[in-house]
Nanobody
Framework: QVQLVESGGGSVQAGGSLRLSCVVS????????MAWFRQAPGQEREGVTT???????SNADSVKGRFTTSQDYAKSTLYLQMNSLKPEDTAVYYC??????????????????????WGQGTQVTVSS
C-alpha cells in the first residue's frame, strides 16, 4: 500500500520559513518523479516543484529562489524548504509521486494529472 504523509505545516509571518516533510512508503523512492503541489481556497491545485534522483527538475516561477526540495533516501522522506514566505503562499501543500519509472536527466511535470499517489496535505498559513 502506497502512503505519502506530509507534516510540518503551520502559521508563520511573512518573511519567515517553514520546512515540510513527506514520508513515503510502499513505492521505490528514488527513480520516479516526485513533486510538491499546493491549493489555495477557491483555486485549482498548482505544481510548486519537482524532484528526480535528488535533483530539482521544475519549479513554479512564483517560488523560484525561495523554495527548494530535497530527498533523504535513508528516511524515504521528501522535503520542501520554504523561505521568504509571502501571504500568497498560503495554501494546503501536498506531496505527490508518479507510478512510472523515470530515467535520470528528464524534467518532471508540474501537471496534476501526471501524478498517481498523493498525501493528505498540510496547511501553511502566512500572515502579513
Amino acid at each position: 500500500q502506497v502512503q505519502l504523509v506530509e507534516s510540518g505545516g503551520g502559521s508563520v509571518q511573512a518573511g519567515g520559513s517553514l520546512r515540510l516533510s513527506c514520508v513515503v512508503s510502499g513505492i521505490t523512492f528514488a527513480n520516479r518523479c516526485m513533486a510538491w503541489f499546493r491549493q489555495a481556497p477557491g483555486q485549482e491545485r498548482e505544481g510548486v516543484t519537482t524532484i528526480l534522483y535528488g535533483k530539482s527538475t521544475s519549479n513554479a516561477d512564483s517560488v523560484k529562489g525561495r523554495f527548494t526540495t530535497s530527498q533523504d533516501y535513508a528516511k524515504s522522506t521528501l522535503y520542501l524548504q520554504m523561505n521568504s514566505l509571502k501571504p500568497e503562499d498560503t495554501a494546503v501543500y501536498y506531496c505527490a509521486a508518479s507510478s512510472r519509472f523515470a530515467w535520470a536527466g528528464r524534467d518532471c511535470s508540474l501537471e496534476v494529472g501526471r501524478y498517481d499517489f498523493w498525501g493528505q496535505g498540510t496547511q501553511v498559513t502566512v500572515s502579513s
